[in-house]
Nanobody, 125 residues
Framework: QVQLVESGGGLVQAGDSLRLSCTAS????????MGWFRQAPAKEREFVAA????????YYADSVKGRFTISRDNAKNAVNLQMNSLKPVDTAVYYC??????????????????WGQGTQVTVSS
């Protein structure tokens, strides 16, 4: 069973950058697509970015396209989310999640079976 642990969150100002990491243990994520999601207070969890198992075409929510970049480091059994030009609306708890075996990446929460505990990102104006 895989365990996912996010790190890298924090408090930053608008326009700053952060790099989130999600490190897996207990099982390799090499053969699995990975996704990042976020949940702001009083809002539903929403899709942010996804990357297929083979590191091919990546997917982004329109709200982060051009500012966020998802990548994977199979040697470290990790997936990263580089967040640039952060805005106050990006404030949320960010979660990483694992998709189905050899999946192509999905924006649907229901496609992901293992989730991390989340890391808080707060962007001040």
């Amino acid at each position: 069973q895989v365990q996912l642990v996010e790190s890298g969150g924090g408090l930053v100002q608008a326009g700053d950058s952060l790099r989130l990491s999600c490190t897996a243990s207990g099982s390799t994520i090499t053969w699995y697509p990975m996704g990042w999601f976020r949940q702001a207070p009083a809002k539903e969890r929403e899709f942010v970015a996804a990357i297929p198992w083979n590191g091919g075409r990546t997917y982004y929510a329109d709200s982060v396209k051009g500012r966020f970049t998802i990548s994977r480091d199979n040697a470290k059994n990790a997936v990263n989310l580089q967040m640039n030009s952060l805005k106050p609306v990006d404030t949320a708890v960010y979660y990483c999640a694992r998709g189905p075996y050899r999946g192509g990446g999905s924006i649907q929460l229901a496609e992901y079976d293992y989730w991390g505990q989340g890391t808080q990102v707060t962007v001040s104006s």
